[in-house]
């Protein structure tokens, strides 16, 4: 199994060598996608939305690993050179003041207008109620990620890995608001 696992790991890496953006966008793609599934498994849900899944899928595909790939070698580019922890906490705070807050908007526009088609007024009014909370929140994980992600990844990973994490992060926000509709149901 571990020669399967190693093989695996050897020809992501030639694709990802050969056609870095590609692979991270279909990367992204697939554990977005995973990560809703799991998350609406984790909700309830007897039958898995597919039209929701393939929506999510998308965005990561299409959006998340693009901008990622862009970033990252945005950054590297910007701080080229540059090593350090004062390097990696400039690196964190320059992410976490654009990108995070950046990323937090399009993808609540995004899902709110694509994935559960609701008209651009109540997409607006919904981004305007809870934006500030969603980013609070993200600011209180994220940099942790970022830190880990520019101190120890490799630039060709790093996508990998916030994919990754975001994806465990879908599945724990879901988990969140299941509970608190169930308690809110009890109440």
């Known amino acids: 199994m571990s020669e399967v696992v190693s093989m695996a790991g050897q020809a992501y890496?030639?694709?990802?060598q050969a056609h870095p953006l590609r692979t991270k966008a279909i990367?992204?793609?697939v554990l977005a996608g995973c990560s809703d599934a799991v998350a609406q498994k984790i909700s309830g849900v007897t039958k898995l939305q597919l039209r929701r899944l393939l929506l999510?899928?998308?965005y990561g595909f299409a959006y998340?690993?693009?901008f990622g790939h862009f970033l990252h070698k945005?950054?590297?580019?910007f701080f080229k050179?540059?090593?350090g922890k004062e390097t990696t906490a400039k690196k964190v705070l320059v992410e976490q003041l654009t990108a995070s807050p950046w990323n937090n908007m399009m993808f609540m526009m995004y899902y709110g207008l694509v994935v559960e088609g609701r008209p651009f007024g109540q997409v607006k009014s919904k981004v305007k109620k809870d934006y500030a909370s969603v980013q609070l929140t993200a600011w209180k994980f994220w940099p942790i990620v970022s830190w880990i992600n520019y101190e120890y990844m490799p630039l060709q990973l790093r996508v990998l890995f916030h994919s990754f994490v975001a994806s465990c992060w879908a599945v724990f926000l879901n988990l969140k608001a299941a509970r608190s509709i169930a308690n809110t149901k009890k109440a």
Do not use: H
């Open 64 to 66: 998340a690993g693009p």
């Open 13 to 16: 890496m030639r694709q990802l």
């Open 74 to 77: 945005l950054m590297d580019r």
């Open 27 to 29: 990367t992204s793609g």
């Open 56 to 58: 999510i899928a998308l």
């Open 81 to 83: 050179g540059k090593k």
